[in-house]
């Protein structure tokens, strides 16, 4: 596609459910991010696939928080028994090539996730 | 550790007066500089870059300046413009793991 895509855009649920988010990156882009900005935050990283393989994981914030990738393409972003805390805008970004950073990131809508 | 660091979380200026927005980083092995900008309710979009072997980069009204010794960047808008209000992130890279590293943002608002 012409952009990173994001689904939904917006998600609203209950505390303790589970929920997963979908990023479709660029078209060619090896590498994809995921990256989560809470209320009045910066943006804070979460994990890095290059490939189907996440070099690097550190940012996910506690085992309840999953992600995958399939195909070199489509991810999905999981987050089980969901807390409020975790209620922020959850960014997707692609680059064409990862680890190496003159490749721009290029991000997605967003996905809005409310948990009540 | 927080290797990216943009310490005005606010700027305010006058429509057609010049916007400056500054970013410190501590990682000296850092090469390449970028600055996004983030409407609400969408992704950051990319701006404009800088690579280590440059100074200054221009391109139209944004300008940004990399000052290697003193770790800093910054990025000029001239003129301002209403609808440069946006929050606006500083990237830097590449880190251990070959990705970059992102400020808290600067939220600009140009008045009229």
């Known amino acids: 596609g012409a952009g990173v895509s994001q689904s939904p855009s917006n998600k609203v649920t209950e505390k303790g459910k589970d929920v997963e988010l979908r990023c479709d990156p660029i078209s060619g882009h090896t590498a994809l991010y995921w990256y989560r900005q809470s209320l009045g935050q910066g943006l804070e990283f979460l994990i890095y696939?290059?490939?189907?393989?996440?070099?690097?994981k550190s940012g996910l914030p506690s085992d309840r928080f999953s992600a995958e990738r399939t195909g070199g393409s489509v991810s999905t972003l999981t987050i089980q028994r969901t807390q409020q805390e975790d209620s922020a805008v959850y960014l997707c970004?692609?680059?064409?090539?990862?680890?190496?950073?003159?490749?721009?990131?290029?991000f997605g809508p967003g996905t809005r996730l409310t948990v009540l | 550790d927080q290797q990216v660091k943009q310490n005005s979380p606010s700027l305010s200026v006058q429509e057609g007066r010049i916007s400056i927005l500054n970013c410190d980083y501590t990682?000296?092995?850092?090469?390449?500089f970028l600055w996004y900008k983030k409407y609400p309710a969408e992704g950051p979009t990319f701006l404009i870059s800088?690579?280590?072997?440059?100074d200054k980069n221009e391109d139209g009204r944004f300008t940004v300046f990399l000052n290697k010794s003193a770790k800093h960047l910054s990025l000029h808008i001239v003129p301002s413009q209403p609808g440069d209000s946006a929050v606006y992130f500083c990237?830097?890279?590449?880190?251990?793991?070959?990705?970059?590293?992102f400020g808290a943002g600067t939220q600009v608002v140009v008045t009229p």
């Open positions: 800088i690579s280590s072997i440059k």
């Open positions: 696939f290059q490939g189907n393989s996440a070099p690097d």
């Open positions: 990682n000296s092995m850092f090469d390449y």
């Open positions: 970004a692609s680059s064409r090539e990862g680890g190496l950073v003159s490749n721009t990131q290029y």
């Open positions: 990237a830097a890279g590449p880190d251990s793991w070959g990705k970059l590293q």
